[in-house]
């Protein structure tokens, strides 16, 4: 697609994208898209009368979250969607030719900031990719039995915490909490030494389904709105000693970034790629009759507190066992009840090489292998005063689609 507006050569904001998010540029937080390098004001377009016809609640897009936005279902949210991209084409001039209209509605996107997209009610993050389960798995347990015996069953996951999840550029700050080395006999409490990212995907679910209903594998796309990038910071040292017999708590819920834009499941549709083989057969409520899965290019860049920069992991979304479809299938099969806005997150997603490890644990297996920065330091795990940025985009057939960033620095510990 080709617009009057300006969108530079791989550019992840092309007219095939229109994301979602909240930005403000001295005013009220409000809902926007970008195009290229420019943030579109929604709330504006819609006081002009540019959706007219499209039947939405007036000051629909003037509200700090996209909930109530999100809540009227794809067919309105696709539809203005489409609508946005009609009135960005070159050859239309109905906003193109307003120049007061143009100078109320457009700003460039270093003028805007970006805050939370969405009121995330409940948090899960899942634990899909089978390269990742098993690099963990052989580093902590028995490498010829590293996954356990229920992994290639059920995707599993855990409840996390909604309210620490930050925006990209909320520096987050060292958590601490109890360790316990090996040879010690009581654990010690103090900041984490071991810090680590975990380069994740999250989806944001579109459509409730009420207590005691579940939702299919089938139905599950119409039930998602779209995706964010996810780094979902951990405390390998904490979690070592705290996760037996429930699994992660303060090593995982100081905080999690994500960017700042919602991709929709619609601008991914071209991208749709198949699943890894699932053995053995997946019980009947996980059966998947078409691919749910996508083709996401994904990048971890460590950057240091003096500007040198490496990027330390090179992965891809479509190497995760378990698709999102059956996570929320399996999510709400037991009758759980998902509400608009909620996030679920995709677990680390590590390829099959070293170079798409999604995280320092296993990019420096435990330590043992360390990263040489550009400025001749090394790194085993992250350090105060760097910050980790991640970067995921859609490319196929001369048409890219994109997430922007997720950017965050670590602060030393409180």
């Known amino acids: 697609m080709s617009s009057w507006i300006e969108i530079p050569t791989n550019s992840d904001f ?16 409000r809902a926007a898209t970008r195009i290229g390098d420019n943030v579109i004001d929604l709330d504006a377009l ?3 009368g540019l959706f007219a016809g499209l039947n939405l609640p007036e000051e629909i897009f003037n509200q700090p979250v996209l909930n109530d936005f999100i809540e009227l279902e794809k067919p309105i949210t696709n539809a203005v969607r489409a609508r946005i991209q009609e009135l ?4 239309n001039g109905e906003l193109r030719d307003d120049e007061a209209l143009r100078v109320d509605a457009l700003r460039s996107v270093s003028e805007v900031q970006m805050h939370m997209p969405v009121r995330i009610g409940d948090y899960t993050d899942f634990y899909s990719s089978r390269e990742h389960a098993t690099n963990v798995g052989t580093m ?5 039995n590293a996954l356990l015996p229920n992994w290639l ?9 909604a309210s620490s999840i930050v925006i990209s550029g909320t520096p987050l700050h060292r958590p601490k909490g109890q360790t316990k080395a090996d040879e010690a006999e009581l654990p010690t409490f103090g900041p984490t030494r071991l810090l680590d990212f975990e ?13 005691g209903t579940s939702v299919s594998v089938e139905e599950a796309e119409s039930h998602i709105f779209g995706m964010v990038v996810f780094n979902d910071w951990s405390a390998r040292d904490i979690q070592k000693w705290e996760y037996v017999p429930l699994g992660p708590f303060l090593a995982k819920n100081f905080g999690s970034s994500i960017s700042p834009w919602i991709v929709t499941m619609e601008a991914l549709a071209p991208f749709r790629s198949a699943s890894p083989k699932q053995e053995p057969k997946v019980l009947s409520y996980l059966e998947m009759k078409k691919d749910h899965n996508f083709d996401i290019n994904l990048e971890a860049i460590i950057e240091t507190e003096g500007g040198a920069s490496k990027t330390v992991s090179n992965s891809n979304f479509k190497h995760m066992y378990w698709s999102m ?10 009758g759980c009840n998902m509400n608009v806005g909620d996030m679920c997150a995709s677990g680390t997603i590590s390829g099959p090489t070293p170079d798409s490890y999604g995280s320092m644990l296993e990019i420096t297996w435990r330590g043992s292998k360390p990263i040489a ?12 005063g760097d910050s980790v940025i991640m970067k995921a985009y859609c490319e196929k057939n001369g048409k890219r689609v994109g997430f922007g960033e997720v950017r965050t620095k670590v602060l030393p510990a409180t």
């Open 140 to 144: 902590f347990r028995d490498p010829n």
């Open 325 to 334: 479809a059956q996570q929320l299938a399996h999510h709400t099969v037991n």
């Open 373 to 384: 920065m550009p400025d001749g330091t090394e790194r085993k795990f992250i350090q105060d």
């Open 153 to 161: 069953h059920i995707p599993v996951g855990y409840h996390g915490r």
């Open 14 to 29: 092309t007219l095939e994208n229109i994301p979602f998010g909240i930005g403000s540029a001295g005013g009220n937080p």
């Open 46 to 48: 819609q006081k002009a």
């Open 199 to 211: 380069l994740e995907m999250a989806f944001v679910v579109g459509k409730s389904n009420a207590l």
């Open 88 to 91: 960005f084409a070159a050859n």
